[in-house]
């Protein structure tokens, strides 16, 4: 499987799943670059294999740096996020009821709360 040029992701590139282990990575871009390198493909198809290679690279290398991946991870997550888009009532609610039953302070009155 070549890299496709209308891939939306690095993920896609490498066509692994988001949850890739390090080592599916690392499986898929050797996978990849035995296919795609422009050492192993015909003269025909050199300087199109180069393309798909520095891709199916920047994929990888991206993909293999924990820090990198966290970065590119949350680059991905806000784009595929429709705009405006924001959490539904029903779970802002949720989220409203479990903060006012703690506010961080305990229930004392002000005169015992002074430090005199």
């Given at each position: 499987?070549?890299?496709?040029?209308?891939?939306?992701?690095?993920?896609?590139?490498?066509?692994?799943?988001?949850?890739?282990?390090?080592?599916?990575?690392?499986?898929?871009?050797?996978?990849?670059?035995r296919v795609c390198h422009p050492d192993v493909v015909g003269v025909t198809h050199k300087e199109t294999s180069a393309n798909e290679f520095k891709k199916i690279h920047e994929a990888y290398s991206t993909l293999s740096d924990p820090n990198k991946r966290a970065n590119y991870d949350q680059d991905l997550f806000r784009r595929r996020r429709p705009y405006g888009s924001s959490l539904s009532s029903a779970t802002m609610a949720a989220a409203a009821a479990s903060m006012s039953q703690f506010s961080?302070?305990?229930?004392?009155?002000?005169?015992?709360?002074?430090?005199?």
């Open positions: 499987m070549a890299a496709s040029a209308s891939a939306s992701s690095l993920y896609e590139v490498l066509g692994i799943s988001a949850s890739a282990s390090f080592n599916d990575i690392k499986v898929a871009y050797r996978r990849l670059a961080g302070y305990t229930c004392k009155k002000w005169e015992t709360d002074q430090c005199w």
